[in-house]
C-alpha cells in the first residue's frame, strides 16, 4: 500500500540556519504530495504542495521539490527562525487510495535563538 | 471562511461510557474526514464522507465507532463503551473534493479515557 516515511526528530537547529527534513513515499501511479505543519497547540495547516513530478511547491521560504526519481519530498529552508518551530508532516494522496491523506509520522522542528 | 470547528476541545471519559464528537466543515466543502492521531504519530485516517454519504471506513473503525453526517454538513464521531486505547486527538478536515484539493483541518478533540 501507499505510505510515507520521514526523518526522525527532533531536529534541533540555531536560528538562521539551513533545514532540511527528509521524506520519501512509496505509491502506485502519480500521487501529490504535501507537507503540513503543526504549531504548538493548533490545527494541521497545508504548508506547500506539489502534484507532479518536478514540480516545486514553496511557501514562508519552505521549498520542496517533487522527484519521482527518487520517490522524494524533502522540505528545506535556507534560514529558520524561532518561529518556525513546529511539528511538520509530509502526506500524499493518489486516486486509488481515493485521495485521502496518507501522512508521515511527523518531524519535531526546534529552533533556538 | 470561519475555518473547520471542532466541539469540544478535550473530553475525558471513564472507561466503558459513550462519548460523541462534532465537526462543522467549512460550508462549501463536501467532503469531510475524520482521522485519530496519538502521541508522536501521524494521523491516521479513519473515515470520510462526501456529502452525507460515508465512503469509506479504515480498519482502525472498529463496530464501537460510529460517524454521520446526516445531511451533508455537520458530521459526528461516536464512540461506545470507550477503552484506554481510544485516548487520542480525534481530527476532523474538509475538503473541496477532487484530487488535488487540500484538506483543511480543525484543531481536534482531544480524548482522554480513564
Known amino acids: 500500500g501507499n505510505s510515507v516515511t520521514q526523518m526522525e526528530g527532533p531536529v534541533t537547529l540555531s536560528e538562521e540556519a539551513f533545514l532540511t527534513i527528509n521524506c520519501t513515499y512509496t505509491a502506485t501511479g502519480y500521487p501529490s504530495l504535501f507537507w503540513y505543519v503543526q504549531y504548538p497547540g493548533e490545527g494541521l495547516q497545508l504548508l506547500l504542495k506539489a502534484t507532479k513530478a518536478d514540480d516545486k511547491g514553496s511557501n514562508k521560504g519552505f521549498e520542496a521539490t517533487y522527484r519521482k526519481e527518487t520517490t522524494s519530498f524533502h522540505l528545506e529552508k535556507g534560514s529558520v527562525q524561532v518561529s518556525d518551530s513546529a511539528v511538520y508532516f509530509c502526506?500524499?494522496?493518489?486516486?486509488?487510495?481515493?485521495?485521502?491523506?496518507?501522512f508521515g509520522s511527523g518531524t519535531r522542528l526546534l529552533v533556538r535563538p | 471562511d470561519t475555518g473547520v470547528s471542532q466541539d469540544p476541545r478535550h473530553k475525558i471519559t471513564k472507561r466503558g461510557q459513550n462519548v460523541t464528537f462534532r465537526c462543522d466543515p467549512i460550508?462549501?466543502?463536501?467532503?469531510l474526514y475524520w482521522y485519530r492521531q496519538t502521541l508522536g504519530q501521524g494521523p491516521e485516517f479513519l473515515t470520510y464522507?462526501?456529502?452525507?454519504?460515508?465512503?469509506?471506513k479504515s480498519r482502525l473503525l472498529s463496530d464501537r465507532f460510529s460517524a454521520e453526517r446526516p445531511k451533508g454538513s455537520f458530521s459526528t464521531l461516536e464512540i461506545q463503551r470507550t477503552e484506554q486505547g481510544d485516548s487520542a486527538m480525534y481530527l476532523c478536515?474538509?475538503?473541496?473534493?477532487?484530487?488535488?484539493?487540500?484538506?483543511?483541518f480543525g484543531n481536534g478533540t482531544r480524548l482522554t479515557v480513564t
Open positions: 502526506a500524499l494522496s493518489s486516486m486509488d487510495s481515493s485521495y485521502k491523506l496518507i
Open positions: 478536515a474538509s475538503s473541496l473534493g477532487g484530487d488535488n484539493s487540500p484538506l483543511h
Open positions: 464522507f462526501q456529502n452525507e454519504a460515508q465512503l469509506e
Open positions: 460550508s462549501e466543502h463536501n467532503r
